[in-house]
Structures are given as structure tokens and as C-alpha cells.
């Protein structure tokens, strides 16, 4: 039996919709990811079709769908809500971590506005995929617990296979949790989230935040987790696709995987997302979009900072000022692991932003670079249009790695732990979701199991890890509703 614990569904009645997941037609088990079932604490045989699909709601379980609100490419929208997504319950893993167990794809709610309520099979196996891949990628982030067929067609341009995607999460406070009661002035709503939120995530904060104000406290948690968050994005060539506001976790993890894709050629304005034609949301500029994203918070909770306007506003501008300071030192630590530094120098910064500059203009492959550069320099070098834009970054480079007391095997190991060999590559989750959708699972169970291990060699494997084509470079992703 699944141990459901349901503190959300115990907040107020306007928190939520109290829906009951719709049934399917024929659902047929795709994935259980067991190891994760077994750090939750469920019995992976409770885990059948009939439960991953919706079609049978297992006992304890308390479902509903979870009210929010969100800035969407920079636009208000007072209410969004899960429109297709249903909240079972929580359960208390193992470790004592709390965690959120939700159907995606699961059917209509009160806030489906027009839409389906359902998900195809290809961003549900993407979301799958991906999102256990920046598990093992050491990012924050939901998991997949489960995914499932419907037996039923969505349409979408046209008819796709049906499917449910089985996610775990932190909890699914959202920013835009926020913005949808503040937009309603409704204060004590807030109040009540904001204790909910430390409670749940940031309990230790709360215990040694003496007099301050809880919401405060909240702001620099959430501020803290999600500096840390994009700095390990920019450190992997993560780009979310579509940073809104509902999709900004309270907890600091990645949520949301719809157009999400990774840097074959670095450029720091590259974006795949066919719905960000601006490139609001391009690689290089998300720190400053999740800033962007924190200041929206930040206003929600402008009336629990302090009495006076100008105390609020100071409280919070000086927090969210902060937040470029959090995420530089971040980042900092990413940049040095992957560049196989083991101290910091002033200088350390400058050397990547110059080596950046050198792969853009030579269009090398972000994770291949990387990977080589701590094995073999001279490999990393045929990256280059112009291998002597390498060769000259690489002597600033080792006359900085020389300053220090570290052997080259041990520099190069804490490079491997730093550097991904795999990645899902763009083209590889295409290939993987052309498959599925011909009904051959072979190359998802494949790429589950090779980015499981993404720092081992794994030669069998190796042409997992091989970049894009030219013809290929043109990628688009799309949202999938």
C-alpha cells in the first residue's frame, strides 16, 4: 500500500480543485523507474497500469489539481492552474523527504481552459528521459516515476498516441502559486503558503531565522536555490525553453521539461524552442530571466516584509540585488570544476569567458569540448575551425592549472566527474520518440540506461554521445499541448 500523506489538499479549499483523475481506454505500462520507487518507499507491484494511468485511484490518495497563476513570455496571466496534470498525493520517502506524486496527461480539470487535459507520448517520454537524466547529472529536478500508454489519440497537428507521465516532485509550488493570490489581494492566502513553503522545503532556515520575517526568509531561500539551479543549467548547456513564472519552483528545481533542449554548438544566444521566437529565453540569458522571475515574487510578498512601503521595497530590492552575487559564485564553481581548477583566482572568469568567446566563433560542440579538454587537448583542439584558437586559450590555461599542487590524473578525474561523456542530445531524444511512436521502446530503455551514467566512458555506447549532423543543427522543440 502507498502511504499518502496530504498536506496540501488540508490548505484552504481555494488552493486547489478536487478532481478525480479520467479513465483510459486500454493503458499499458511503458516504465517504472524502480530505484526511485524504492527511495519513496512504494511497492514498485502497486505500480500497475490501471494506477500509473488514472484509471484506478489508489487508496489514501486525495487528488487534485493546484490553483496558480504566471507570467508567460513576460505577460500576466491571472489563472492557470493544472490543466492537465493531477496532484495524488504526497508521500514520505525513506530519507524523510516529502514528496509530491502527480499524473501529467491525467484529463480535464477546472483549469484546463479548453484544453484536452491529456499529454502525448513524445513529451512524455522527453520529460522522462531528460528529467532522470538531470538527476544523474547532479541538477535539481522533478522525476519520473512511471510512464504509461492510454490506448487512446490526442490531437495535437495530428493524431498522437496517448500517454501519462507519472512525476515526482519537491512539491509543485510554483511562483506563480503565488502571483495567483496576490493577484486576487488575497493576503492571507499568501501568508498561509509562505508557512507552508518553510515548513516543507526550508524548515532549518525557518528554525534559525530568529525575528526576522518569514516571508523574508523564504525569499532568500528560494533565491539561494535557484542561483545554484542555473548555474548548474549553464554548467551541463541546459536551456529550459520557457523560464514563465509557473514554471519557476519554489524548491529550486527544474520543472517542466516541455521545449527543453541541451547545447550541441555553444553559442550563448543559442535557443531551440519553436515558441520563443523572440529568444526571450536563449542559453546566456537565463540567470537574468530567473532574476527577473524572483522579483515577481518578490512582490507578492511585499506586504509580510515589513509596515512601511519603503522598508518592503528595500528589504526586497536588497535580496533580489543579491541574487547576482549568489549566482556568480555558483557559477564560479561550476566553471572551475569544469575547467579542472581546484582554487580560485581572480582571474578564472576571465580565462572562460574568453574560451566561450573562442567556441562560438569556431562552433564547437559544448559537451565534447569539455569532455576532451581533460583527456586529450590535442582531440579538443579538432573541435576548432581554427585549431590555433584553441591552442592559444590552452596556454593561459595551463600556465593556470600550474600554479597548482595537483597531479594531471587527479586533475583529469575531478574533470570526468565535471564533464558529461552523455547528454541527451537533441537529435537522440527525436530518434528515441520516432521509435516509441512506431511502438519499438528499445532506444528509450537504451538511453535511460546509458544517461544513468553519464561521466562513464561506456564505448559500447559511444555513439550516443556523438554530436548532431549539419543537417540536423536546425532543431526545434515544441511545448506538446
Not at 230 to 256: C, K, P, Q, Y
Not at 270 to 283: A, P, Q, V
Not at 411 to 423: K, L, Q, V, W, Y
Request: proline share 6%; glycine share 8%; hydrophobic share 45%.
Amino acid at each position: 500500500m502507498i502511504a499518502f500523506d496530504n498536506s496540501y489538499a488540508r490548505l484552504p479549499a481555494r488552493f486547489f480543485a478536487k478532481v478525480a483523475p479520467a479513465r483510459v481506454r486500454a493503458p499499458a505500462l511503458i516504465e517504472v523507474n524502480r530505484a526511485l520507487a524504492e527511495e519513496l518507499g512504494v511497492p514498485a507491484d502497486e505500480l500497475d497500469a490501471e494506477t500509473l494511468s488514472g484509471n484506478r485511484v489508489p487508496e489514501g490518495a486525495d487528488p487534485i489539481a493546484l490553483a496558480y497563476a504566471g507570467h508567460q513570455f513576460g505577460n500576466f496571466v491571472p489563472q492557470l492552474g493544472d490543466g492537465r496534470a493531477i496532484l495524488l498525493g504526497e508521500v514520505v520517502g525513506k530519507d524523510g523527504r516529502r514528496r509530491d506524486v502527480q499524473l501529467k496527461g491525467a484529463g480535464r480539470t477546472p483549469f484546463s481552459r479548453g484544453g484536452d487535459g491529456r499529454a502525448a507520448l513524445g513529451p512524455v517520454l522527453r520529460e522522462y528521459v531528460v528529467s532522470e537524466a538531470m538527476h544523474a547529472l547532479g541538477v535539481p529536478t522533478t522525476r519520473a516515476l512511471a510512464a504509461v500508454t492510454t490506448g487512446e489519440p490526442v490531437a495535437r497537428e495530428e493524431l498522437l498516441q496517448g500517454a501519462v507521465l507519472t512525476r515526482v516532485a519537491a512539491s509543485h509550488l510554483r511562483v506563480g502559486t503565488f502571483e495567483y493570490f496576490a493577484a486576487r489581494e488575497d493576503g492571507e492566502a499568501i501568508a498561509a503558503l509562505v508557512s507552508y513553503a518553510l515548513a516543507r522545503h526550508y524548515p532549518a532556515a525557518l528554525a534559525a531565522a530568529g525575528d526576522a520575517p518569514p516571508a523574508l526568509v523564504l525569499l532568500q531561500q528560494v533565491i539561494d536555490a535557484q542561483a545554484h539551479l542555473v548555474a548548474r543549467w549553464l554548467g551541463v548547456g541546459f536551456i529550459h525553453g520557457v523560464m514563465n513564472t509557473d514554471n519557476t519552483s519554489i524548491s529550486g528545481e527544474t520543472i517542466d521539461y516541455g521545449p527543453c533542449a541541451f547545447l550541441d554548438i555553444y553559442h550563448p544566444r543559442r535557443k531551440f524552442s519553436s515558441i520563443d521566437r523572440g529568444g526571450r529565453y536563449h542559453f546566456a540569458v537565463q540567470p537574468k530571466i530567473m532574476q527577473w522571475n524572483l522579483a515577481r515574487l518578490a512582490e507578492t510578498l511585499l506586504p509580510l516584509l515589513a509596515e512601511s512601503e519603503e522598508e518592503q521595497v528595500h528589504l526586497a530590492t536588497g535580496e533580489l540585488n543579491r541574487f547576482a552575487d549568489a549566482f556568480d559564485a555558483a557559477y564560479a564553481r561550476v566553471l572551475r570544476a569544469k575547467l579542472g581548477l581546484h582554487t580560485e583566482e581572480d582571474g578564472d572568469r576571465a580565462l572562460a569567458n574568453d574560451l566561450f568567446e573562442r567556441m562560438a566563433t569556431n562552433e564547437v560542440d559544448f559537451t565534447l569540448f569539455f569532455r576532451r579538454l581533460g583527456e586529450d587537448a590535442d582531440a579538443a583542439a579538432k573541435l576548432f575551425a581554427n585549431p590555433g584558437a584553441f591552442h592559444d586559450w590552452a596556454e593561459a590555461w595551463r600556465r593556470r592549472t600550474a600554479k597548482e599542487d595537483v597531479s594531471p590524473s587527479a586533475r583529469a578525474e575531478s574533470m570526468r566527474r565535471a564533464n558529461p561523456a552523455f547528454i541527451p542530445r537533441n537529435h537522440r531524444i527525436e530518434e528515441m520518440i520516432a521509435a516509441a511512436n512506431n511502438g519499438n521502446y528499445a532506444p528509450f530503455e537504451r538511453l535511460n540506461a546509458v544517461l544513468a551514467r553519464p561521466h562513464d566512458d561506456q564505448p559500447e555506447n559511444a555513439d550516443l554521445a556523438e554530436p548532431p549532423g549539419p543537417e540536423q543543427h536546425d532543431y526545434r522543440t515544441f511545448c506538446g499541448t
